[in-house]
Every structure is written in structure tokens, then in C-alpha cells.
């Protein structure tokens, strides 16, 4: 069996005196797609920006274990750029930089890998735009504003701007949430084309998403993971009461 991607051992983080996680204990298998799901406030965004310290600030204080793609997460010495090329962050609103749809692409490689040749990034920016299914639509305008995309587009953007650097985890904090249904389904379908190729970790406020995308899921509530299994059991059989009211629409 292989070893986890993301080893998660006792986490706590507090905001201040708020307590924002509750010793979350959990293991991401490389190449899944892990949701996690809540009410408003769970903790979700939090344990998630975690995993690339997106918590770094003088009022966060964090305890506990965290192992992500080999970095020890809560060591003061590791080096937060290198841990954000191995594990990148897609946001909620899509955020493509003010610049060309091809410069998007290379942003991270020109930052890492200042020397690349032209004809390399030109052979990662296709590579790149195919894998997230963008490539037949802006080939041919490659030089215009990422901006002149649509939302959809900007997002799977977002996405192909991780890959020239070979992550070995994508985070997504509500990817999908300022998508139309099209778009939605669009990027869901992009998820599903990743997995095995990359580790997801997906926030998600809407439940049927994680049940269609999603090999397992996470249940939280006020910053304790509650329920952790595969999709269709968690969804069907859960184990702890809390999970089966949040489900069923009884909770939060």
C-alpha cells in the first residue's frame, strides 16, 4: 500500500483565541479526489489552506503534525514557495494574473525555472492547456488578456497554471461556486479527467458535487473532522448521527 500523500496527525489551529480546528487526524491517498464537506464556519477553507500554509499569519497558531507531498507543513524551516509549487491552490473566484493567457501559463515556470528554453515552455503551455481541455478553444490566441475568457475558462486556467510545475497535489477551495451549471459541469468533468494524475482536495458546499466527483469525503463540524469514508458509504451509510442530519438536510 502506498504511503500517504497528505499525513494529518492531531491538527489544531487557532485564530487568535478562536479555536478553528480541533485536532484533525486524517491520511489523502495519492491520486484521489477527497472532498470535504460542512456547514458554513466547519473549518473546511481552514484545514485546507493548511496544507500549503495559506495560514501564515502572527495571529495563527497551529499544533500538531502535517506531512504534505514529503514537507514537514508546520516546521518553521521548510520553504513555503517550494511546499506551493508541490501543492498549488485553486481559489473560489477564479484569479487568472493581469497578463497574457500563454504568460498564465508560464507564471510559475519563470519564477522556478527562469532558464527554460522557448521551445519548452511552448511544448507546456499546450501540454497544460490540453490537460484541463482549453487548448482547442485559445490556441489561436494565446497573446490575448486571460481576462477575455469566460468564468469557466479563467478557471480551468487557474487549474493549467499548476501543471508545467508537476504538482503532486491540487487543493480547490469551492472551485465551482461562482460557475453557471455549464460551467459547473465543465469543471467537474476536468476533475475527474485528473484523477490518478494528481492528488485533489476539494472544499465544496454542495453535497451532490462531492457525491459525483469524489472517491471519498470528509464530514466536518465546528472545526472537528466528524466523519471521514468512501463517498457512497458516507453518503448512504453513515456512521456518526451528526453526518446523517447534515445530509439529510437536518443540520446546518
Known sequence: MSEPIIRCRGLSLWYGSFRA???VSLDVKPGEILSLIGPSGCGKSTLIRCFNRMNDYPYVRIEGDLQVAGYDVTSRQTDALALRRDAGM????????????????????????PRTPRSVQDGLVENSLRAVML?????DRLDHDAETLSLEGRQKLCIARLLPLKPKVLLMDEPCSALDPDGIGAVEELMGSLRGAFTQVIVTHNMQQ???????????LMGELVELGPTAQLFTKPVDERTARYIEGRYG
Open 135 to 139: 487548448w482547442d478553444q485559445v490556441k
Open 21 to 23: 480546528l480541533d485536532r
Open 90 to 113: 485553486v481559489f473560489q473566484r477564479p484569479n487568472p494574473l493581469p497578463l497574457s493567457i500563454r504568460d498564465n501559463v508560464l507564471f510559475g515556470v519563470r519564477l522556478h525555472a
Open 210 to 220: 462531492a457525491r459525483r466527483i469524489s472517491d471519498r469525503c470528509v464530514f466536518m
